[in-house]
């Protein structure tokens, strides 16, 4: 009888593990304690987690190791770029964090300030997949440089002209005299499964655990609105809350002028927002977490 625990499969140490753990435990996923480096076991879920090298995840999942996997999409299309090993996987869920995106950059005041500047020059990455399949779609041929990490010291040593690395604040570029002119891929962290081949059961769990990332993840953006309006001007007042549709309007007891809103805000709500809200004539003001939702 198969395993009928479902394996999840997340980094061990690094951008993308906190950001996972976090995910899992507003989930309301709790782990037993323990000292195994490379298994965690959830006590109130049929869940368990593997940690291992993000590198290793889609390879994990496509093998049928793990079930799922958190994983950067930059790792999984570099991996589905490289072999057709990884075509069987498929993003289960968008999950939000570990945001940054893949960019083509060369030295600041240098001549590659352009993809097409690029034909016969090299390119030193950590993605040469990613590059290849990017450069070739638009027929520019240049020499990929392979490298495992510190990409950024490429150009200044002289292994390659250009770089194509992943960018989130942009502070190692600069620091290394280098400017992004193109961006290759937008990422972010993903649950990613295998198109085929999945366990009935495992996947009851699975289809638990995602609707409360969802849940999770929707939350995080949503605020609950509470105000004071001034009847008179409630439509304008209703108009100025963002992202809402039907806000709750209810009677003050003994006053007859104001009313109190409730609303669920699907965005995020900005000091700018208030200050406009409270110039329309609304007072007491409150904004609170959504700690979770269910639809
Ligand atoms: O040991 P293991 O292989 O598991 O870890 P790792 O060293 O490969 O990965 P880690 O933890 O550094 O990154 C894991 C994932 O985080 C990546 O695959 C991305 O999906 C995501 N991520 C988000 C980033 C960044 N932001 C990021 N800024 N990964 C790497 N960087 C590096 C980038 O390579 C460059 O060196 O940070 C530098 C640039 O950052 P800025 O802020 O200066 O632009
Ligand atoms: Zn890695």
């Known amino acids: 009888m198969p395993d009928q625990r479902l394996k999840l499969a997340v980094q061990s140490k690094g951008r993308l593990s906190e ?33 291992v090298r993000d590198d290793d995840i889609p390879s994990f999942v496509a093998g049928g190791a793990c079930d799922y996997g958190i994983v950067g999409e930059n790792v999984l299309y570099e991996m ?18 570990s945001r940054c995106n893949l960019k083509l950059a060369s030295p600041r005041d240098g001549t590659i300030n352009s993809v097409e500047d690029l034909a016969g020059k090299s390119i030193a990455t950590s993605y040469p997949g990613l590059t290849r399949r990017y450069l070739e ?72 655990l995602i609707e409360r990332m969802e849940g999770v993840i929707a939350s995080a953006q949503t605020k609950y609105i509470l105000l004071n309006a001034p009847r008179d001007r409630l439509n ?37 927002t208030l200050e406009r809200l409270r110039a329309a004539g609304a007072r007491a003001i409150l904004v609170l977490p959504i700690e979770k939702m269910m639809a």
Request: net charge negative; charged share 25%.
């Open 236 to 272: 304008e007042i209703k108009a100025l809350i963002p992202g809402s549709d039907a806000p709750t309007v209810a009677q003050i007891a003994d006053r007859a002028d104001v009313v109190a809103v409730h609303a669920v805000c699907r965005e995020r709500v900005f000091w700018e």
């Open 80 to 97: 589905q770029a490289r072999s057709p090993r990884y075509a069987d996987l498929e993003v289960a869920l968008p999950l939000g964090f």
């Open 137 to 208: 779609a638009r027929g520019i041929d240049a020499e990929i440089v392979e490298m495992r990490g510190s990409v950024e010291v490429a150009p200044r040593m002289r292994i390659a002209d250009a770089i194509c690395d992943l960018v989130s604040s942009g502070a190692t570029l600069e620091a290394n005299g280098l400017a992004a002119f193109q961006t290759v891929l937008e990422s972010e962290a993903v649950m990613v499964r295998r198109k085929s081949a999945r366990q009935p059961v495992v996947e009851t769990v699975a289809d638990k």
């Open 19 to 51: 950001g996972g753990m976090e995910l899992l435990s507003k989930a309301g996923v709790r782990f037993a304690y323990g000292r195994d480096q490379l298994h965690r076991r959830a006590e109130n879920l049929p869940l368990d987690l593997l940690l």
